[in-house]
C-alpha cells in the first residue's frame, strides 16, 4: 500500500537538521521502510527550504521508488517543516534521562526510541539497537509513568539512565558517521525559503483576523453556566463517563491519581452499566466494592447520589463514541470527526495503562501509519504531508484496539 513520506528532525553532533523518512509500507506482499539518503549515507539538510529544493532536483537518492514520491516532490516548501511529533532530539536524551519520568519526557524518549530503532533497521546500525536492549526501560516508556512507579520502577529508570551515560556516544557517533548534507543550489534554496515566508505572512494575517472576530464569542462561552449535577462530578475529582462501543452505551466512573487512569472497576476490568439510572442504583449501594471505593470522595458520591443530590450525568468531555469512527478513518483524515476520534485515543489509552497494556500506545505512537493517520486528523497541519489512501490496514489496526478495550469490559 502507498505510504506517508514524512518531514522529520533530528538533533545529532552538528545541530539540527531535516531529513525525510517513509514508514513501513506494503509492496507486492514485502515490507519497506526507507530514509532519505543514498547508498550508505543518510541526507540531512539545515532546513525546509534546502530539502525542498534538493527534492526537487534530479539527485539520485533511495526514496524515487516510493509509490508516494511525486505526491512528497510536488510539496510546497513549508510542508516540508517537520511538526512537533516528528522532531527528534537524539543528542538531548541525556538530559532527558537525568530528571525523574513523567509524562511528556517518557513520550518523547519513547518517540525517540522508536525512530531510533527505525534508523537502526534502515541503515543498519547494529549498535543502536545493542544499546537500546541494555535495558527494558527504553520500551517500557510507551507505557508511560505507571512503568516506573515504585522501587521497581525508579531501578528500572536508573538503569535507562546508566545505560545512556555509558553508551549514549556510540549511538550519536554511528549516526554522525552516517549523516551527509548534499549540496543544493543556492537560489532553489532561496526561493523556497521565500515560499516559507509568504505563508507564514499570509497565516499570521488569518489569525489576526480570527482574534478580532472571535473576541466577543470567547467571552459569550466563557459565561455559560456549567450544569449542577456536572459542578458536583467536577468538585468531587471524578468524572462521568459515557461510553459507546459495540452499538451499545454504557455509563461507568474515573479519575486521575498522579496522572494515571482509575476507573471503577472490579479485578481491573472495567464495569459499564446500560444506563445512568443502573448506575446510580450501584453507588447507592453501602457494600459496592470497586477500584474507587476506598477513596474519600466514595462516601460523598454514594451519599448524594442515595440522597438525590446528584445524579449520573457526563459531560462533552467525557462522552465517548468508538462506533463510526473506523468508516471515518477508511475514507481519510477529511471525513474524520477529529474531536471524537481525539477523545476514543483518550479512552483506549487510559484503559490501556489501567490494564498496563502498552498496545495502544506503540500502535499510535508517530513510528506507524495508524499514528500519523490519527494525528492527520486530530491535529491538522499544513506543514504536514497528509497521508496517502488507502487506509486499509490503519483501519484494521484501530478496529484490533477497538476490540481488545471491548473485551476488557464489564457490560453490567
Known amino acids: 500500500m502507498p505510504a506517508d513520506i514524512i518531514p522529520i528532525q533530528l538533533s545529532l553532533t552538528q545541530g539540527d537538521g531535516v531529513t525525510l523518512w517513509a514508514p513501513r509500507w506494503t509492496e507486492d506482499g514485502e515490507e519497506w521502510e526507507a530514509f532519505l539518503g543514498h547508498g550508505e549515507n543518510l541526507y540531512v539538510l539545515p532546513d525546509a527550504a534546502h530539502l525542498a529544493a534538493f527534492i526537487r532536483s534530479d539527485a539520485e537518492h533511495d ?189 461507568t466512573l474515573r479519575c486521575y491519581l498522579d496522572d494515571a487512569a482509575v476507573f471503577l472497576s472490579i479485578g481491573g476490568r472495567i464495569q459499564l452499566y446500560p444506563s445512568p439510572s443502573a448506575l446510580e442504583e450501584y453507588l447507592s449501594d453501602a457494600t459496592a466494592e470497586n477500584a474507587l471505593s476506598r477513596l474519600d470522595a466514595w462516601t460523598t458520591i454514594r451519599e448524594a447520589v442515595a440522597g438525590g443530590e446528584a445524579s449520573v450525568i457526563a459531560g462533552p468531555e467525557n462522552t465517548y463514541v468508538l462506533d463510526g469512527l473506523a468508516d471515518q478513518l477508511l475514507d481519510g483524515p477529511q471525513a474524520v470527526d477529529a474531536t471524537q476520534l481525539g477523545l476514543a485515543v483518550e479512552l483506549l489509552t487510559d484503559s490501556a495503562a489501567v490494564r498496563g497494556d502498552d498496545e495502544v500506545s506503540e500502535a499510535l505512537s508517530t513510528a506507524t ?33 477497538v476490540k481488545t478495550f471491548s473485551a476488557a469490559v464489564d457490560w453490567k
Not at 380 to 386: K, N, T
Request: glycine share 6%; aromatic share 6%.
Open 63 to 251: 526514496l524515487l521508488d516510493h509509490p508516494a514520491w511525486d505526491v512528497a516532490r510536488r510539496s510546497l516548501a513549508d510542508e516540508l517543516e517537520p511538526d512537533d511529533d516528528h522532531r527528534f532530539d537524539i543528542v538531548g536524551v541525556p538530559e532527558l534521562v537525568s530528571a525523574p519520568p513523567d509524562v511528556w519526557s517518557l513520550a518523547e524518549l519513547s518517540d525517540t526510541v522508536a525512530i531510533l530503532h527505525s534508523l537502526a533497521d534502515v541503515c543498519d546500525l547494529a549498535v543502536i539497537d545493542e544499546v537500546l536492549a541494555e535495558s527494558a526501560g527504553f520500551a517500557l516508556a510507551a507505557q508511560g509513568p505507571t512503568a516506573f512507579i515504585g522501587r521497581a520502577g525508579k531501578k528500572l529508570w536508573h538503569e535507562v539512565g546508566s545505560v545512556v551515560a555509558a553508551r549514549w556516544d556510540e549511538v550519536i557517533e554511528a549516526l554522525d558517521a552516517l549523516v551527509v548534507t548534499p549540496d543544493v543550489d543556492p537560489d532553489a534554496a532561496a526561493a523556497a525559503q521565500a515560499e516559507i515566508d509568504a505563508v507564514g505572512e499570509a497565516e499570521h494575517a488569518v489569525e489576526t483576523t480570527d482574534d478580532r472576530s472571535g473576541t466577543a464569542a470567547g467571552a459569550a462561552v466563557e459565561g455559560e453556566e456549567r450544569d449542577a449535577d456536572l459542578r458536583f462530578w467536577d468538585e468531587v475529582g471524578i468524572d462521568c463517563v459515557s461510553i459507546t462501543c459495540d452499538e451499545r452505551t454504557g455509563w
Open 369 to 401: 501509519p495508524l499514528g500519523n493517520l490519527v494525528r492527520a486528523a486530530t491535529q491538522p497541519d499544513p506543514d504536514r504531508l497528509p497521508p496517502s489512501p488507502p487506509f486499509d490496514d490503519e483501519v484494521a489496526a484501530w478496529q484490533a484496539l
